[in-house]
C-alpha cells in the first residue's frame, strides 16, 4: 500500500527520519510530505506515534485532471464501495490547482459529484455529504494535471493532541508539531534513549515543548488521547491491528511513566508558568518542571553535569514585540556554549550567542518565514557581556552598554529627583546622551491606571552607521531601560523616529494600526467613570487627568514637551476678560482644552481633521469635569475652516495653533500643507479670529523653522519668541523641540 505523511515546510527531512526510526518502510521525503509504503499496519503505527506529522494518508489512485471531465471520470472509476459503508458520511478536502481548475471549491464540488454518482450507479443508493464530522474523508490534490485521489486516515491534524490545556492570556501558543520540531532538530529523541535526559524550555510559553518532551521521554504516544481517528469510519479499517499498536502503545506508556527526567523552564510572560503545568496536567503527566529565571535555570543546567537541551521559542516574536526580544535574547544569551536549538525570525540569536548555528532549517510560522536553529555545545565560547543594575547582572550583546547603563541610572535619579520637586509624574528621562546610544526615553507614571510605562523613540542612524551594531544596540537599550527605571519589558513601546519631508516625524516601528484601532472595545475605568479605550492608561499632569494609549496609535497622545506651554496657557486664560473664549486648532487628544477650561475658559472649541483625535479629546474633556455645552468639538481642515470663520463674527480670547511639520492628507482642501511655506497665511488668518485684546499661541516642531517676520509685520501681526520659556527642564538638551510664539494684533 501508499501512504503520504503531510507536514508543514521545512519538516520533510526530520520527518522522514522519524517514520524511518518507527520502522516504516520505503520512506521518501517530498515536498511537504513525505511518502511511505507499507501495510495498513505501518500506517497506523504513524498515525499513533508521529509528532510531527499533520495527516497520514492512504493514496488510492492517480488520475488525469487536465480539466473538470478528466478528474470527474477518474474519481468515478474509482471503487467507492470498498471505502464508503452503506449509511456512511464523506466529504471532499480539495488542494492545488492548475490552468483549467483554478478554484478548489469547484474541484472539491466536482470530485463530490464523481463519488455521489460512483456509489448511486454501483449500490443504488446515494451517500450523505457530511462536512463538519465525516466518516471518511477524501483528499483530492492536484499537480499539474495529475490528482492525487487519497483516504485522510487521522481525521483532524495530528498536532490535535487530543488534551486542551486552555490558552493563557498574552502568552502564544507553540503548535505541538512545532514543539517536537524544535526538540528534533536539538536531538531531544536521541537524549532519551540515554539516562537522565535534562530539558531547559527558555520561553516556554503554552507548554508544549515540555508536553512534547516528556511525552517522549516517558516513551508515550502523541497520540494516545485522541478521542477521534479518521479510519474508524472508513470500510477498509483493520480494527484487529489497530487495537493491537493501541494495547502495545499504553503498555509502554506505563512501563516509561518512572523513567528519570528533569524538565527546567523559564518565562517571564504572565501566566506562562501557569499555563506551563497545566498543559502537563492536561496530557496526563505528573510532573511538575522546575521554573527559574533563565540565567538561574541555565546554571541549574549546567551544575547536573548532563548535556542538557536548550530550547528557546521565540516564534512569537515580530516587529510588534522589539521590547521583548530584546529581553528575550538577553536571556537566550546565558545559554551561550550549551546545546541549544531555537525557533526564532531572524539571526539576531547568533550575535547573542556569539556562535554560528551548526544547522539551520527554513520553515513558516503562520504566514511568515522562520528558522530552526542548532547550536552546537562549546567550551570555547566567551560568557556573554553583562551590565550591573542594581544588584543584577544583565546579558547584553555590545560591551559598551554598560556605559549607557550607567549613564541612564544616573540621569534617571536626578530627573526622579527633579519631577518629585515639580510633582511630575510623566517625563523625559534621557535623550541620546551618547551619541552611539541615539534614543530618547519617557517615563509615564499613572494615576487610576496604576502602572509604569517606557516610551522609546530611536533616532535614525545616520549613514555609514553600521545598522547591525546599532539594532543590536538599540535590543540592549530595551533590555536595560526598563531594568534600571523598573518597568516591566511588556510596558516598554518602541517608535523610531526618522526624517520626512519639512523635518522629523515619527514613523511607528510597531506597525501601528489605523489610529481606531484603539476605539474598538471600551472598559470604564472605575465604576461611574469615562469610558476608557481597551490598551488606554490614565496619567496626571498638572492636576489633571489625560488618557494615553502607547500601542495603538504613533503618538500616546500627550506631547511632555508641551508641559510648560500648556501651563502657560492656564495662566493666560486665568488673566484673559470678557467673553474667555478659547480655541485648539490641530487639537489632536485636546490637552491644551483641558487646561484653558481649567483656568476659566467659559466656551471652548476644539477643532481637528481626525474623528478618533476628536473622540479622544471629548473625552479627555470629560473626564476632568468639563461637560457643558459650551465646550464644542469640530471635525473639519483647519486651513479651510479659519479661512471660512475670517467671514462670521465668531471671534475668540486665546488661541493655541500647534501645527504639523507637513501634511498631505486626503481629506485637506488643499494639496499638501509644509509649515515653513505656508505658517504665515495660517498665523495671519489666526490673528483675524483674535478679539480685540486676543492672543494666540502659534507652535511647531520643525528645528530649522523660520518665521516670515516681515511679511507677519506688513499684515499687522506680530510675534513674540517664548520659546525659551516653553521648553521644559527634561527637554532642555532639545533646545529646538519646538518653537512657541505669542500672537498678537498690531
Given at each position: 500500500m501508499e501512504f503520504v505523511a503531510t507536514c508543514p515546510k521545512g519538516f520533510e527531512r526530520i520527518l522522514a527520519e522519524e517514520l524511518a526510526g518507527l520502522r516504516i518502510p520505503q520512506v521518501r521525503p517530498l515536498r511537504g510530505q513525505v511518502s511511505f509504503g507499507g501495510e495498513l499496519a505501518d500506517a497506523y503505527r504513524a498515525c499513533l506515534w508521529s509528532r510531527l506529522a499533520s495527516r497520514v494518508l492512504l493514496v488510492l489512485a492517480r488520475v488525469d485532471a487536465q480539466d473538470a471531465d478528466a478528474l470527474y471520470e477518474g474519481l468515478r472509476s474509482v471503487d467507492w464501495i470498498e471505502h464508503l459503508e452503506p449509511g456512511a458520511t464523506f466529504a471532499v478536502d480539495a488542494h492545488g490547482t492548475n490552468a483549467q481548475l483554478r478554484n478548489t471549491q469547484f474541484v472539491a464540488l466536482r470530485s463530490k459529484d464523481a463519488i455521489v454518482d460512483g456509489l448511486v450507479s454501483a449500490r443504488g443508493a446515494r451517500p450523505v455529504v457530511d462536512v463538519a464530522r465525516p466518516d471518511v474523508r477524501v483528499g483530492v490534490r492536484l499537480s499539474g494535471e495529475r490528482a492525487t485521489v487519497s483516504i485522510d486516515l487521522t481525521g483532524e491534524p495530528l498536532f490535535h493532541r487530543g488534551y486542551d490545556s486552555r490558552a493563557a492570556e498574552r502568552v502564544a501558543p507553540l503548535r505541538p508539531d512545532y514543539a517536537a520540531a524544535l526538540l528534533a532538530a536539538g536531538g531531544w529523541f536521541r537524549d532519551v534513549r540515554h539516562q537522565d535526559p535534562t530539558l531547559v524550555a527558555l520561553w516556554a510559553g503554552q507548554g508544549s515543548v515540555l508536553v512534547e518532551a516528556a511525552t517522549a521521554a516517558l516513551d508515550c504516544a502523541p497520540g494516545l488521547l485522541r478521542p477521534h481517528w479518521g479510519f474508524e469510519g472508513w470500510a477498509g479499517h483493520y480494527q484487529a491491528a489497530w487495537e493491537h499498536l493501541l494495547a502495545d502503545a499504553q503498555a509502554r506508556a506505563e512501563a516509561g511513566s518512572d523513567r528519570p527526567l528533569t524538565l527546567i523552564a523559564a518565562d517571564g510572560r504572565r501566566g506562562a508558568e501557569a499555563a506551563c503545568r497545566r498543559a502537563l496536567r492536561a496530557a496526563g503527566l505528573a510532573l511538575e518542571p522546575e521554573f527559574l529565571p533563565a540565567a538561574d535555570a541555565l546554571d541549574a543546567a549546567r551544575a547536573a553535569g548532563a548535556d542538557p537541551l536548550v530550547t528557546c521559542d521565540l516564534s512569537w516574536m515580530d516587529e510588534d514585540s522589539l521590547s521583548l526580544e530584546a529581553t528575550a535574547l538577553s536571556s537566550a544569551s546565558a545559554a551561550a556554549g550549551l546545546r541549544m536549538c531555537a525557533l526564532v525570525r531572524g539571526t539576531s540569536l547568533d550575535a547573542a550567542l556569539r556562535a554560528e548555528p551548526a544547522s539551520t532549517i527554513d520553515v513558516i510560522v503562520g504566514r511568515d518565514p522562520a528558522t530552526l536553529r542548532t547550536y552546537a555545545a562549546s567550551v570555547d565560547v566567551e560568557p556573554p557581556a553583562t551590565v550591573r543594575v542594581a544588584d543584577t547582572r544583565v546579558p547584553v550583546l555590545v560591551a559598551a552598554t554598560d556605559q549607557f547603563s550607567a549613564?541612564?541610572?544616573?540621569?534617571?535619579?536626578?530627573?526622579?529627583?527633579?519631577?518629585?520637586?515639580?510633582?511630575?509624574?510623566?517625563?523625559?528621562?534621557?535623550?541620546?546622551?551618547?551619541p552611539d546610544y541615539a534614543v530618547s526615553i519617557e517615563l509615564y507614571e499613572g494615576s487610576e491606571t496604576p502602572g509604569r510605562w517606557l516610551q522609546i523613540f530611536e533616532y535614525a542612524p545616520?549613514?555609514?552607521?553600521?545598522?547591525?551594531?546599532?539594532?543590536?544596540?538599540?535590543?540592549?537599550?530595551?533590555?536595560?531601560?526598563?531594568?534600571?527605571?523598573?518597568?516591566?519589558?511588556?510596558?516598554?513601546?518602541?517608535?523610531?523616529?526618522?526624517?520626512?519631508?519639512?523635518?522629523?516625524?515619527?514613523?511607528?516601528?510597531?506597525?501601528?494600526?489605523?489610529e481606531a484601532r484603539g476605539q474598538r472595545g471600551l472598559r470604564r475605568a472605575r465604576p461611574g467613570a469615562v469610558e476608557l479605550p481597551l490598551g488606554a492608561r490614565l496619567v496626571d499632569e498638572g492636576g489633571l487627568t489625560f488618557e494615553v494609549n502607547f500601542s495603538s496609535r504613533l503618538d500616546c497622545g500627550i506631547f511632555l514637551d508641551h508641559r510648560d506651554t500648556r501651563a502657560l496657557l492656564r495662566e493666560m486664560m486665568k488673566e484673559t476678560r470678557g467673553s474667555k473664549r478659547f480655541l485648539n486648532l490641530f487639537a489632536y487628544t485636546g490637552t491644551a482644552t483641558c487646561y484653558a477650561a481649567d483656568g476659566g475658559a467659559k466656551h471652548t472649541t476644539t477643532v481637528d481633521l481626525s474623528r478618533p483625535s476628536l473622540d479622544w479629546a471629548r473625552r479627555n474633556m470629560d473626564r476632568n469635569g468639563f461637560t457643558a455645552r459650551e465646550?464644542?468639538?469640530?471635525?473639519?481642515?483647519?486651513?479651510?475652516?479659519?479661512?471660512?470663520?475670517?467671514?462670521?463674527?465668531?471671534?475668540?480670547?486665546?488661541?493655541?495653533?500647534?501645527?504639523?511639520?507637513?501634511?498631505?492628507?486626503?481629506?485637506?482642501?488643499?494639496?499638501?500643507?509644509?509649515?515653513?511655506r505656508d505658517h504665515a497665511e495660517l498665523i495671519i488668518g489666526v490673528s483675524r479670529l483674535l478679539?480685540?485684546?486676543?492672543?494666540?499661541?502659534?507652535?511647531?516642531?520643525?528645528?530649522?523653522?523660520?518665521?516670515?517676520?516681515?511679511?507677519?509685520?506688513?499684515?499687522?501681526?506680530?510675534?513674540?519668541?517664548?520659546?525659551?520659556?516653553?521648553?521644559?527642564?527634561?527637554?532642555?538638551?532639545?533646545?529646538?523641540?519646538?518653537?512657541?510664539?505669542?500672537?498678537?494684533?498690531?
Open positions: 549613564r541612564l541610572a544616573k540621569v534617571a535619579r536626578l530627573r526622579a529627583k527633579w519631577a518629585r520637586r515639580e510633582d511630575v509624574s510623566c517625563y523625559r528621562v534621557y535623550d541620546a546622551d551618547l545616520p549613514r555609514g552607521v553600521d545598522l547591525e551594531l546599532a539594532h543590536r544596540r538599540l535590543l540592549d537599550v530595551l533590555v536595560v531601560a526598563p531594568q534600571v527605571l523598573r518597568v516591566a519589558p511588556e510596558n516598554v513601546y518602541l517608535r523610531v523616529r526618522t526624517h520626512a519631508r519639512g523635518g522629523s516625524q515619527y514613523a511607528d516601528e510597531l506597525r501601528a494600526d489605523s465646550h464644542e468639538f469640530v471635525q473639519a481642515d483647519v486651513l479651510a475652516w479659519v479661512t471660512e470663520q475670517r467671514h462670521t463674527t465668531n471671534r475668540w480670547d486665546l488661541v493655541f495653533c500647534d501645527v504639523p511639520t507637513f501634511s498631505n492628507s486626503s481629506r485637506m482642501r488643499r494639496a499638501s500643507f509644509d509649515v515653513q478679539t480685540r485684546e486676543g492672543s494666540a499661541l502659534f507652535s511647531c516642531n520643525l528645528r530649522s523653522f523660520e518665521p516670515d517676520v516681515d511679511k507677519l509685520r506688513r499684515a499687522g501681526v506680530v510675534l513674540t519668541d517664548l520659546t525659551a520659556q516653553t521648553i521644559p527642564e527634561d527637554f532642555s538638551r532639545s533646545p529646538k523641540i519646538h518653537h512657541c510664539y505669542l500672537v498678537r494684533r498690531g
